[in-house]
């Protein structure tokens, strides 16, 4: 696993420490995807109900409050897979 991955779990942990309420995976481009649920954060790359996909610039500007995500979506920058309600509520838990 890569460092990019473990930092960002850790991160993703601390915005959502309750867990996620849905499956959603983030895909961060040549590292390695993230899975949140009701468990919590953890590396991983299983089936979820909404998928994001960023490069790791994006992803950490995400994280840092750098990048808001849904400009980051409306660039093109991130991209969704499923269903919309679930990353809107993602993004808003991130911010």
């Known amino acids: 696993m890569s460092k990019v991955i473990d930092a960002a779990v850790e991160a993703l942990a601390k ?48 994280l840092d409050g750098d990048v808001n995500p849904t400009m980051a979506f409306m660039s093109g920058k991130l991209k969704i897979d499923g269903s919309m309600g679930l990353a809107m509520k993602l993004g808003s838990a991130l911010s």
């Open 15 to 62: 915005k959502l420490p309750g867990g996620f309420d849905g499956v959603a995976k983030f895909v961060i481009k040549d590292e390695g995807a993230i899975m949140m649920d009701s468990d919590g954060v953890r590396a991983g790359d299983e089936e979820a109900d909404v998928t994001l996909t960023a490069s790791t610039e994006t992803f950490r500007g995400i």
